[in-house]
């Protein structure tokens, strides 16, 4: 079968999908999600409950039924991770050519592909633009303060905190989808104190961006928002682009993604949600539960479906997760049940932090002598603070772990180098990629230096290389000879690659690799003394690799696809436990699950629970480190953290758990007041059979 659509002629080769074989295996609930006729649809889907199989189904479906053709079916999740796992699904089930065609990706990724469409027409001078990382942000967040006359005569601690607030109330306003014309509108009813002249630095701060040809996160989303919402043939364009829209972890959407989401479906209103509101544990960084609770009444006659049978977890783990979110404002009823009993979940109350650190890596250390793989162990806590005597305790017994959603592929530094030497090969008047690399490898060009070549060019106009050739020409300025000798060396490096990029004769894989080479920069890791020095080499060459391997068109176009990666899409060693934050774990599952630190300003948050939204959005944080659990869970607090006395959380009466008794360890007897801890026997590395 041949059609035409907006990607053009499209043959369709349908695999020999058998539907009724499919919806055969599918329990009630979930049939009927799958099934659900065209309009709007809620699926409010438990942890463990199968939610990918029905989302991947019901692509399959339309794809089968032919409801839609690829192009026409857009499908929204929060990581490319779990975007890649449902596209796989689909063409195992309806062919690698129809799924090959689905619009898929993370938001952001999504409407990257959307804004490349429309850059100028957002204000952007080409396809080209660049997607800065935070720190780049702050720089320009710091530069629009001054201007606007909010950072003033600070020091540098007082600064750095000044711009960090400057910069997440501009990012706050960004994801409730206001440009600064709308904050303008609403300024003086915000009652937020400073607010006109934080929208004042937020005009200078859009204006840097695109002065630069530049974006940050939120901008992926808000220009395309803000055009469709000024230029009415561009939006009914994107609103009849998609004939259906699905979306994965809708619990997590904020204002501006809802928006977004609710303009791409205007035109047909098929919009297909998949979430579980007691899974929402990002309302802090701008997710609004509210959004999902909501959905009904933004869309009358909305299809409402619960998906609560768990195929992941025991009864015995699953009773205290669920009773303690039900306090909160929920929707659908859920209630996670399972046909699986297990284990009760453990609980303990150790003398202090060492004790419980102890007996949580005894434990972990018998279950793998026992046999448990040890990427089906993690430890999860509320936040990092307290990861440290963990860790220590890991070390101390010789067990490999492995931090979960550590630092983000885009923040490593050699990742940040890299791609700092990449823009300039864009845009060879990049300041803020120039300053980060204008000493790396040390060539004598300091701060003071490198400022003066950005202050040069800004001045004479013209390309950072001819500023770098003017300043060493140029007698009266005083620089190191050293300096002055690689100020030409690599402005002939900047314009080889800039002339390299404009003619897409090479890869980009191949101009970083010649950028790395003529610069030495390996070497100089290495030199320097780095002890990570060979673990950048292999990140640079995997990047190198991935740059050649005809997947990009341009440098630019790879760039944009390395921002947007996260810590969530990257390959993690298997022969480790996890320690990870819940945050961090999310979408995770383990045979087993520890729960630490379960005391009283820890879990909840003393911080979390001043917010208004604080005490619930604790309770769901617990209801998914608890979830993540197939077969056990262990839960414990201690009755002194760093000699200071702590209590309990009240979330061990809430889930029903009861008071926790004091023990030396998981499984051992109740004990009476403070006791001395055992001897621990070192424990070597198993070998695999």
């Not at 220590?392 to 492995?402: I, K």
Request: aromatic share 6%.
């Amino acid at each position: 079968m041949r059609t035409t659509g907006l990607r053009g002629t499209h043959i369709l080769r349908m695999s020999s999908f058998d539907l009724q074989a499919a919806l055969s295996s599918l329990n009630p609930e979930q049939r009927e999600a799958v099934l659900v006729d065209d309009g709007s649809c809620l699926v409010v889907a438990g942890a463990g409950t199968g939610k990918t199989r029905v989302l991947t189904l019901r692509i399959s479906r339309l794809l089968a039924e032919r409801r839609a053709r690829p192009w026409e079916v857009l499908a929204v999740t929060f990581t490319n991770k779990a975007a890649r796992e449902i596209r796989e699904r689909v063409a195992h089930a309806v062919g690698e050519a129809e799924a090959a065609g689905l619009w898929m990706g993370s938001f952001h990724g999504v409407s990257l592909r959307i804004l490349r469409r429309h850059a100028q027409a957002c204000g952007l001078r080409n396809d080209s633009f660049k997607i800065l990382d935070e720190d780049a942000q702050q720089v320009l967040a710091k530069d629009a303060g001054i201007a606007a006359g909010v950072i003033e005569d600070l020091d540098a601690k007082d600064l750095k905190r000044r711009v960090r607030e400057l910069h997440a109330a501009i990012q706050a306003w960004k994801e409730e989808g206001w440009i600064p014309d709308d904050v303008a509108a609403q300024v003086d009813l915000m009652r937020l104190p400073g607010a006109r002249e934080t929208l004042a630095a937020y005009r200078h701060y859009q204006a840097s961006l695109l002065e630069r040809n530049a974006c940050d996160f939120a901008d992926l989303l808000l220009h395309p928002l803000a055009l469709w919402r000024r230029d009415a043939d561009v939006r009914k364009e994107w609103e009849g682009r998609f004939r259906q829209i699905l979306v994965d972890e809708f619990q997590d959407t904020n204002r501006l993604q809802y928006e977004w989401l609710r303009i791409l479906a205007a035109g047909h209103g098929n919009l297909f949600c998949v979430g579980d509101p007691d899974q929402s544990i990002y309302e802090w960084r701008g997710a609004r539960p509210a959004i999902m609770l909501g959905f009904p009444k933004d869309f009358p006659g909305a299809r409402l479906v619960t998906v609560d049978r768990n195929y992941r977890s025991t009864q015995e783990i699953l009773e205290p997760a669920n009773r303690i979110v039900e306090a909160n404002q929920r929707l659908g009823g859920k209630r996670l049940k399972s046909d699986v009993s297990g284990a009760a979940v453990e609980t303990a109350l150790f003398d202090d932090e060492r004790s419980e650190a102890n007996a949580v890596v005894q434990e972990v250390i018998s279950w793998l002598r026992k046999g448990t793989p040890a990427q089906e162990i993690a430890i999860l806590l509320r936040s990092a603070g307290p990861m440290r005597t963990i860790e220590q305790a890991l070390r101390l017994q010789s067990v490999p772990y492995e931090v979960v959603g550590g630092q983000r592929f885009d923040e490593r530094r050699e990742v940040r180098d890299a791609m700092a030497y990449l823009r300039l090969a864009v845009d060879p008047t990049d300041d803020l990629a120039f300053l980060r690399i204008a000493n790396i490898p040390v060539r004598g060009l300091g701060e003071t230096s490198a400022q003066a070549v950005v202050a040069r060019r800004l001045r004479d106009g013209g390309s950072i290389a001819d500023a770098l050739r003017a300043m060493a020409a140029d007698s009266s300025v005083r620089l190191q000879a050293r300096a002055r000798q690689a100020m030409p060396e690599l402005a002939d490096l900047l314009d080889e690659a800039a002339e390299a990029a404009a003619s897409g004769l090479r890869s980009p894989g191949a101009i970083l690799e010649a950028m790395l080479d003529a610069t030495g920069y390996v070497g100089w890791l290495r030199d320097s003394g780095d002890d990570l020095a060979d673990q950048r080499a292999e990140v640079l060459a995997e990047m190198v690799a991935e740059g050649s391997s005809g997947r990009f068109e341009s440098v630019g176009q790879w760039l944009q696809e390395i921002a947007l990666l996260s810590a969530a899409d990257e390959a993690k060693d298997l022969e480790r436990i996890r320690l990870s934050t819940v945050h961090a774990a999310k979408g995770l599952e383990y045979d087993i699950v520890f729960s630490p630190c379960f005391e009283d300003g820890i879990m909840p948050n003393a911080r979390a629970v001043q917010e208004a939204y604080g005490r619930a959005e604790e309770r769901r944080i617990v209801h998914v480190a608890w979830t993540r659990a197939r077969k056990r869970l262990y839960v414990s607090c201690a009755a002194s953290r760093h000699g200071q006395r702590t209590l309990p959380s009240p979330f061990f009466e809430e889930s029903g758990l009861g008071a926790p008794q004091r023990r030396h360890c998981f499984g051992g007897p109740v004990v009476q007041g403070p006791s001395a801890r055992a001897p621990q026997q070192r424990f070597a590395p198993w070998r695999r059979r």
